[in-house]
């Protein structure tokens, strides 16, 4: 689980609890709580997410959200590297058809697929463009759930506006009663509040968490393939060690040989 996402999501609560509580004490929460402007903000975005996705879209948006407070899965590069280093001295040593029992032991999936590429004699080009490919496609995956968010966090604050517009339509046609205008435009805005909320605490957050992992992913798969067309090209782990190494920032590179013994599998799917 990634503390900072959580921590933030937590810390922007308490934000605007204490902003509440400061003004207005304890009780000021009755004066944010309105059961129809809660309806056509929220309710109200979920259906344009609704008219503008299909219902399995927008399920797959709503579970994207654990992605968001989670680790990326493809696992830590360094981790990646060094299991990509011992599968090359076990292929200098036995061969590539020593790999395919390895294999058994590789979680993931891409990783998996890449090295039974090369185990069955696919040419580099080709065993390039499929996992390239493969690439490509989560891309597109993510990117159209990165969208499910970033759409969201635009409607919020659109049928905030809506509700306030409805609200202040219905102050109008009683300014007779001068007592009420206050309240009733405190009840206006409120939708308002609603969707900035939504968009700002929420929806805008998760889709820049869900781009980072995608990122983050991304420039590990591109470790990988480098790798495995490393090994079967039968370059020297070193080499390939200092090659893979300038996909990581300097400062969080570390030497394979930290973790020689441990041939932990890279985990997750995507």
């Not at 204490?18 to 929460?29: E, K, L, M, N, Y």
């Not at 929420?202 to 591109?222: A, D, G, M, Q």
């Amino acid at each position: 689980m990634d503390v900072a996402t959580l921590g933030g999501m937590l810390g922007g609560l308490m934000v605007i609890v204490f902003g509440v509580i400061s003004s207005a004490g304890v009780g000021g929460f009755k004066y944010f709580m309105d059961a129809p402007s809660f309806i056509i903000t929220i309710g109200g975005s979920i259906c344009s997410l609704l008219a503008s996705r299909k219902i399995a879209d927008v399920k797959t948006g709503f579970k994207s959200m654990k992605y968001a407070i989670n680790e990326p899965a493809c696992g830590n590069p360094n981790d990646v590297i060094k299991q990509i280093i011992e599968m090359s001295n076990i292929s200098r040593k036995e061969g590539l058809l020593a790999l395919e029992s390895y294999a058994d032991n590789i979680s993931d999936d891409f990783m998996k697929k890449g090295v039974m590429l090369i185990v069955d004699g696919t040419e580099g080009d080709l065993v390039r463009s499929i996992l390239e490919s493969d690439m490509s496609a989560m891309d597109d995956r993510h990117k159209s759930v990165q969208g499910f968010w970033d759409y969201w966090s635009t409607q919020g604050p659109a049928w905030g506006m809506i509700g306030t517009l409805i609200g202040l339509v219905i102050m109008l046609q009683n300014m007779s009663d001068a007592a009420s205008i206050g309240p009733a435009m405190a009840v206006a805005l409120i939708t308002t509040l609603y969707g900035s909320v939504l968009a700002n605490w929420i929806c805008v957050p998760t889709c820049e968490k869900l781009k980072e992992n995608n990122s983050i992913e991304l420039s590990v798969r591109s470790i990988m393939v480098e790798g495995i067309l490393s090994i079967q090209a039968g370059e020297n782990p070193h080499i390939i060690e200092e090659k893979l190494k300038t996909f990581i920032a300097p400062a969080d590179r570390q030497s394979a040989a930290e973790g020689e013994g441990e041939g932990a599998a890279a985990g997750g799917n995507s």
